[in-house]
């Protein structure tokens, strides 16, 4: 990281999130802004991005905020370099559990992605046999 401190705009530009949206995971404390400003205006470094695209990746998976909020603390006890071996070890358990829940809700998307890809076949082969 750099150092550099963004506020909320280009927070919302990097991440694709809109203001609205990174207010509300602030609001339920997922993802704070690092600073504030004198005048009041939330300032976010890179590490605060990285979180809101852990955030962005979550939701489309429907992780529950009590889900995210437990992953988030999973991996910022992980980064941790003050997390003892054996608290590390039943953190990268926890971890790989959600994992797990990832690769299986990834398989119900291509599922559902693969069955939305034929049907749209089926009435592409509709709209022909009509235009013909």
């Not at 995971?25 to 470094?45: H, I, K, M, N, W």
């Amino acid at each position: 990281m750099d150092g550099r401190h963004m506020q909320i705009g280009e927070v919302a530009d990097r991440t694709g999130l809109s203001l609205r949206t990174i207010r509300h995971y602030e609001d339920v404390g997922l993802a704070l802004p690092t600073a504030r400003s004198q005048g009041g205006f939330r300032l976010y470094t890179d590490d605060d991005v990285a979180r809101l695209l852990v955030i962005k990746r979550m939701k489309p998976l429907d992780f529950t905020l009590e889900e995210m909020r437990d992953l988030l603390e999973i991996i910022d006890e992980l980064q941790s370099p003050g997390t003892d071996e054996d608290t590390r070890a039943d953190l990268a358990k926890r971890l790989g559990v959600y994992r797990t829940l990832v690769e299986e809700r990834c398989a119900k998307i291509r599922a559902r992605l693969s069955d939305a890809e034929q049907f749209s076949a089926e009435l592409s082969a509709e709209l022909r046999k009509h235009r013909a």
